[in-house]
């Protein structure tokens, strides 16, 4: 399975933008980049996902790196809600079949 | 809601018992993916279902099974617990197993306490 790194911790102050980093030097080019976020006693939450190309949506925005072996996820404006482990998944198909495997992930601190 | 039901939400058990936990997925989901959270751990896969037939594997002990029914729920079992097992179990959904584009959707997760 492929894997990907990232920070342990990091810290933000409310209403600044927050990026993400994430590596994953050995990806292959059927893997998709997906972030979920998981929030204190509560089950993951999708958050973005991307193959190639930068992506946007309502939440967070997905920089890809030109030969895909890092990644950066953007929160805009961080808020308290936003504090959470912060995933970055490739979905990796095997054995005919997507699965996502999860690393340690970052955990986000929002200082109001 | 991620429309995913998981039940029960809590479950106390003692040392060398046998438990099932159940997953509905969310509607029009074909594929159920089970893990496993231990205190402070990250998320590990455990199983992957579609469409009732086993599709790949994780760090799943064989004390543990897992099977989805024509209806599409799933159930864990979980037996001859040890104090290890004690753990967050959630289970996810998602309509394809064979497209990366499609996202999970995460229940809220049964915490499983063995004593």
């Known amino acids: 399975d492929a894997k990907t790194t990232q920070p342990n911790s990091m810290e933000s102050n409310e209403e600044e933008p927050v990026h993400l980093p994430c590596n994953h030097s050995?990806?292959?080019?059927?893997?998709?980049i997906h972030w979920y976020r998981q929030l204190p006693s509560q089950g993951p939450e999708y958050v973005i996902h991307g193959l190639t190309s930068n992506v946007n949506n309502r939440m967070a925005s997905l920089a890809i790196a030109e030969d895909r072996k890092s990644s950066t996820l953007i929160l805009h404006r961080a808020t308290l809600r936003d504090a959470a482990v912060y995933y970055c998944i490739l979905r990796d198909l095997t054995s005919g079949t997507y699965k996502y495997i999860f690393g340690t992930g970052t955990r986000l601190k929002v200082l109001a | 809601d991620s429309g995913v039901t998981q039940t029960p939400k809590h479950l106390i058990t003692a040392t060398g018992q046998r438990v099932t936990l159940r997953c509905s997925p969310r509607?029009?989901?074909?594929?159920v993916y089970w893990y496993q959270q231990s205190l402070d751990q990250g998320l590990q896969f455990l199983i992957q279902?579609?469409?009732?037939?086993?599709?790949a594997k994780g760090n799943i002990l064989e004390r543990f099974s897992a099977q989805q029914f024509p209806d599409l729920h799933s159930e864990l079992n979980l037996s001859s617990l040890e104090l290890g097992d004690s753990a967050l179990y959630f289970c996810a959904s998602s309509v394809s197993a064979t497209q990366g584009a499609t996202e999970a959707f995460f229940g809220q997760g049964t915490r499983l306490t063995v004593v």
């Open positions: 050995t990806i292959s080019g059927t893997d998709y």
């Open positions: 279902y579609y469409n009732g037939e086993e599709r």
């Open positions: 509607s029009g989901d074909l594929s």
